[in-house]
């Protein structure tokens, strides 16, 4: 069960969720130190501890062992409010900036982990362009605009370009997708027979895996870096053992890619951009 709680750091309310479980050293020692506190309030056979986490959508979680005190949980929020109200502030302006796009040049586009300039092409003038075209060329996305594309009016344009945009990098995952999987496939020793796997567009997740071992990958993935798109892979992998996030699963990932948490950390925390359309 989830309590809540609240603590101010200056005139500022925080709240935050607590969630109490079994937690043992060892299944915490590696969790990186920039997003997450352990602290020994006591010094017992079975060490106490509060892992605290600030999470991009701003929610500040605490989890605790079953009998931690509230005061406990309470003491350590406080021994780091300040780093949890700067965790707030950045998240909140990381958010202020995350602008629907455009699709006009100067924005900036994401494939494979890098940032590329967009550089929109028209070609009113002349006819030699018969089809659009999206290539990438010297740290810029150019989408090269027909002449009859080019003679749109603003709106038409811009759906234009975003909707070329769009197949390109869908025609770009589909691939890189497949390859991928096929790489990592000889992890998953539980999969008899390579799944079958389709794209769909997802406005908050990254992939799911149907009961029947199916998967679904979102093609908005083939903006983050390689590492990421094997984690979401091997993650939905994980999920034809498992179908829930037991622990089970947790310890089946941690065997097949043991630095899943900083990977997955990487991810979410530019999700938003990744996302954003």
Avoid at 196 to 214: D, V
């Amino acid at each position: 069960m989830t309590e809540n709680g609240v603590f101010y750091y200056g005139q500022d309310k925080i709240d935050y969720e607590v969630v109490r479980k079994e937690i043992t050293y060892k299944a915490k020692i590696n969790q990186p130190e920039s997003d997450e506190l352990i602290t020994d309030e006591t010094k017992p056979s079975k060490p106490r501890k509060v892992v605290i986490k600030v999470h991009p959508d701003q929610r500040v979680v605490a989890t605790a062992p079953v009998d931690a005190t509230d005061e406990m949980i309470y003491d350590a929020m406080l021994k780091r409010a300040r780093w949890i109200w700067q965790s707030l502030q950045d998240f909140a302006k990381q958010q202020d900036h995350v602008l629907p796009k455009r699709y006009v040049s100067g924005e900036t586009q994401f494939y494979l982990g890098r940032r590329y300039v967009l550089k929109v092409i028209t070609n009113i003038e002349t006819a030699d362009v018969i089809h659009s075209t999206v290539k990438l060329s010297r740290g810029k996305l150019n989408v090269e605009l027909s002449q009859s594309d080019s003679k749109l009016n603003i709106e038409e344009r811009t759906a234009i370009v975003k909707s070329l945009i769009d197949h390109w990098y869908k025609n770009k995952f589909r691939s890189i997708s497949r390859e991928r999987l096929e790489a990592l496939i000889n992890k998953a020793s539980w999969v008899k027979n390579s799944p079958s796997l389709r794209l769909m567009l997802m406005k908050k997740q990254w992939g799911s895996c149907s009961t029947k071992g199916n998967l679904i990958l979102n093609p908005h993935l083939v903006k983050a870096p390689k590492e990421c798109i094997d984690y979401v892979i091997l993650h939905e992998l994980c999920h034809i053992a498992e179908h829930n996030h037991s622990e089970k699963f947790w310890r089946l990932l941690t065997q097949v890619m043991p630095n899943w948490k900083e990977v997955k950390a990487r991810l979410d925390e530019m999700a938003e951009l990744y996302l954003n359309e």
